[in-house]
């Protein structure tokens, strides 16, 4: 009896918890209902698509590929920089490697002193962090660098053994420093324009400061007579008979009002 392979392509529950599998196979149009307990899984836990990484390594080629395909013997194709062709082996010589995806930020590993492919430094020395743009059948990386800016035939796209690199992304980066240097790797603008800004929010919290000491010296000016300086103005004015309150003088000598000769 022949029984046919298939790829699970969705799992479904009913209500006595039995489980179910949607299983498409070649020939058949729609997917077909297979309960769990009659499936088998023949690919050890592999899929065309995993990236994998072989057990002892060979210096002629990457370690790290993606596989291709495999049979239910585990048998199995895989892609590896450094081969024209794909790698055919065992499933047993291999394991699960950390698997990358277009969009993830990558840097080389400290370890590595002389990478496969030429990759930039940052100003202080040490190896940049770019981002994947593309993966080729063979597990190698594209990647460009956003955070740098480059000028005319400058080149801002390298390639990348994913063997000699590592993942970045703010939860691995130790401190603040840190995370603010991978900040600056999503695009190169992003240091000028943190600068301008820090540049504006001091001159702002200048002038506020400088406005505010400015009103509090005046008020301490306007309040900041002594008791002895009240005194003695009081005492001249007391001493002047020509001073008269300014009510009284704006009774005796407000406009309009004429006085007769004192009789």
């Known amino acids: 009896m022949?029984?046919?392979?298939?790829?699970?392509?969705?799992?479904?529950?009913?209500?006595?918890?039995?489980?179910?599998?949607?299983?498409?196979?070649h020939g058949i149009h729609d997917p077909l209902r297979v309960h769990v307990s009659t499936l088998e899984r023949v690919t050890f836990g592999l899929a065309a698509g995993d990236w994998v990484r072989l057990?002892?390594?060979?210096?002629?080629?990457?370690?790290?590929?993606?596989?291709?395909?495999?049979?239910?013997?585990?048998n199995v194709a895989v892609g590896f920089i450094g081969l024209e062709t794909l790698w055919k082996g065992?499933?047993?010589?291999?394991?699960?490697?950390e698997s990358y995806c277009v969009g993830q930020f990558v840097k080389l590993k400290a370890n590595v002193l002389s990478p496969r492919f030429e990759w930039p430094r940052k100003r202080k020395g040490t190896w940049a962090t770019g981002k994947i743009t593309w993966i080729l059948p063979n597990g190698c990386l594209v990647?460009?660098?956003?955070?740098?800016?480059?000028?005319?035939?400058?080149?801002?796209?390298?390639?990348?053994?994913?063997?000699?690199?590592e993942l970045v992304t703010f939860d691995t980066c130790p401190g603040i420093v840190k995370k603010y240097q991978h900040l600056e790797d999503f695009h190169w603008a992003v240091r000028p324009l943190l600068v301008a800004l820090g540049i504006f929010t001091a001159m702002k919290l200048g002038i506020f400061v400088g406005t505010?000491?400015?009103?509090?010296?005046?008020?301490?000016?306007?309040?900041?007579?002594?008791?002895n300086e009240i005194q003695h103005t009081d005492g001249q004015n007391s001493g002047n008979p020509a001073w008269i309150p300014p009510n009284m003088k704006n009774i005796l000598f407000r406009e309009g009002v004429t006085t007769g000769p004192a009789r």
């Open 212 to 227: 505010k000491a400015g009103r509090s010296r005046v008020k301490k000016q306007q309040s900041g007579a002594t008791p």
């Open 55 to 74: 057990k002892k390594e060979d210096k002629k080629h990457s370690p790290v590929g993606i596989l291709h395909s495999i049979n239910r013997d585990g």
């Open 143 to 165: 990647v460009n660098f956003p955070g740098m800016l480059t000028f005319g035939e400058e080149n801002s796209t390298f390639v990348a053994d994913p063997a000699e690199v």
């Open 90 to 97: 065992n499933s047993s010589e291999f394991q699960m490697a």
């Open 2 to 25: 022949h029984i046919p392979e298939g790829t699970v392509v969705g799992v479904e529950h009913d209500a006595d918890q039995h489980g179910f599998d949607l299983v498409r196979v």
